[in-house]
């Protein structure tokens, strides 16, 4: 099971930190994925890493804003989010993968997701 937290309400240029703990398994065997979608709009990759050789994607909208970590002794991955815009505002949701070499942008890759954490940035 995974479970989402840490998201919340919070003025442009804001910090967050989203969490996304897992119990019953194991994350440190499991590619990881950050989605969000805002209202009205389709589900989108915001981050990723990798199971293969833990490499890390951001989308451009996130890159250089967003951060993605895996601490295994807490069995929880993070999504640090600082200098948050507007455009920001959706709900976010944490996702696993078994596979090694899938596209890990693409949401059919995943295998368990979470049930999501809205963050809102509004001033």
């Known amino acids: 099971q995974l479970q989402a937290s840490g998201g919340g309400s919070v003025q442009p240029g804001g910090s967050l930190r989203l969490s996304c703990a897992a119990s019953?398994?194991?994350?440190?065997?499991?590619?990881i994925g950050w989605f969000r979608q805002a209202p009205g709009k389709e589900r989108e990759p915001v981050s990723h890493l990798t199971l293969s050789d833990e490499s890390k994607w951001y989308a451009d909208s996130v890159r250089g804003r967003f951060a993605i970590s895996r601490d295994n002794a807490q069995n929880t991955v993070y999504l640090s989010m600082n200098n948050l815009k507007p455009e920001d505002t959706a709900v976010y949701y944490c996702?696993?993968?078994?596979?090694?070499?899938?596209?890990?942008?693409?949401?059919?890759?995943?295998?368990?997701w979470g049930q999501g954490t809205l963050v809102t940035v509004s001033s």
């Open positions: 996702a696993i993968t078994f596979s090694l070499y899938g596209d890990y942008a693409d949401a059919r890759v995943y295998d368990s």
């Open positions: 019953g398994f194991s994350l440190e065997y499991h590619g």
